[in-house]
């Protein structure tokens, strides 16, 4: 071996350069105070149209009320993960509150979505088996799909057709997994659910689902994009997190009472790894109410998504038509994305670019995010600014 003059680490500073000129490199912002539709961030404040709090519960006084009284009762930490002695009566209130809202035998709580779609489909797939991913699938899915060690068939976005050939060739498998967003985070679409069902009818294969952008927000009662009498029965495992809408944190898996024993046994982000703190339930459960009693929250939000896409489209923005709260305006460079952010955050916009590797190569965009927090004023604000910097 030869002896190295530099730092076995010198290369990290290499690469972030090379991020740098590519403007692909990414920094941490600061919030000061509350997430809400108007924040500070390093000091400035603006009107923010880059949070997941879809339903504005994020720093409501009751889940705030509820996680302290929780709290005081249990206190903060869990203490061990949840098979040993970390999931507390609260854990327990709302796995079975989460099973009555979305209508399963059982529902299971994780630390993260993330935890729980990597956990779920590692437990549901191995060697010898097979995944269908369609390829805008969210990272914790992709994840899911490795760290399972089954064979994985890409899909490309949407594309039923060439699923169903895919699958065609997959009979030989001892188990097959379809995975998908059911609202996609980066294009802000839905997924061809009824189509998918019939897929997974027709070749014998599980059918997961990841709602995480639409639980609370889609459905009559907040379910999510599968909430149809003709889907909800058809769909074998479902993803929700209690992160984005719900205001919390964490994630959660619903379906039969032997799939949850199952990911009780063998999903090893839930078996190895700290229950959550019981605080962290009792604010979801606390916002499981407000989803229960307050149905004009997610339908507000999804008529005045609608309206600004409308009114985007009119500008001659290259604007997904996409039928949900997450509005992606496409400018194809990374340079142009983040250009046009700075220039919305001196006008008090906060609007994140998104670039690769999230997003596609040429795909590079802002990304509009609605919350029913959002007033008519601020919205018309950003439609004003973005008319300027047409
Ligand atoms: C955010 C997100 C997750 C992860 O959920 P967390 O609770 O934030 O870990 C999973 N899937 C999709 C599609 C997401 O957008």
Redesign the pocket.
């Known amino acids: 071996m030869t002896k190295t003059t530099h730092h076995p680490l010198e290369w990290i500073d290499q690469e972030l350069a090379s991020l740098d000129r590519q403007w692909l490199r990414r920094h941490l912002a600061t919030r000061q105070g509350k997430q809400s539709s108007q924040i500070v961030l390093d000091g400035q404040e603006l009107v923010n149209f880059g949070s997941?709090d879809y339903l504005a519960l994020a720093a409501d006084p009751r889940l705030a009320d509820a996680a302290g009284a929780a709290a005081r009762e249990e206190g903060w930490g869990s203490g061990a993960s949840p098979l040993v002695t970390g999931r507390s009566e609260t854990h327990q209130r709302l796995e079975q509150r989460l099973a009555e809202f979305e209508g399963t035998e059982a529902a299971l709580v994780f630390s993260?979505?993330?935890?729980a779609?990597a956990g779920t489909i590692a437990a549901l797939v191995g060697p010898g088996d097979v995944v269908f991913t369609d390829r805008k699938n969210?990272a914790?899915?992709w994840d899911g799909c490795r760290l399972s060690r089954a064979d994985v068939r890409a899909y490309r976005h949407a594309d039923c057709d060439q699923l169903e050939r895919l699958l065609e060739k997959a009979g030989g498998y001892r188990r097959r997994l379809i995975v998908t967003?059911s609202l996609?985070?980066m294009d802000g679409d839905l997924a061809p659910l009824p189509v998918l069902c019939r897929l997974a009818e027709r070749f014998d294969a599980m059918l997961m689902i990841?709602e995480?952008?639409a639980t609370g927000v889609f459905g009559v009662h907040g379910r999510g994009v599968a909430e149809r009498p003709e889907l909800e029965g058809r769909v074998h495992v479902r993803?929700g997190?209690?992160?984005?809408a719900l205001g919390s944190?964490?994630?959660f898996v619903v379906g039969s009472r032997s799939l949850v024993d199952w990911l009780v046994n063998r999903a090893r982000p839930y078996v190895f790894s700290t229950a959550p703190p019981g605080p962290a339930a009792a604010a979801a459960i606390a916002a499981l109410d407000v989803v229960r009693d307050e149905p004009e929250r997610r339908e507000t939000l999804l008529a005045r998504a609608h309206v600004l896409q409308g009114r985007l489209m009119c500008q001659g923005w290259d604007v997904f038509r996409t039928h949900s709260q997450i509005i992606p305006v496409i400018v194809r460079e990374p340079q142009r994305a983040m250009q046009l952010a700075a220039a919305l955050g001196e006008r008090g916009l906060f609007v994140p670019a998104i670039r690769p590797p999230t997003v596609p190569d040429g795909e590079a965009r802002l990304r509009i995010s609605l919350t029913c927090g959002h007033t008519p004023e601020m919205i018309e604000q950003l439609v004003e600014a973005l008319e300027e910097l047409r």
């Open positions: 997941n993260t979505g993330f935890a779609n969210h914790s899915l967003d996609f985070s990841d995480a952008h993803v997190t209690l992160s984005k944190i964490g994630g």
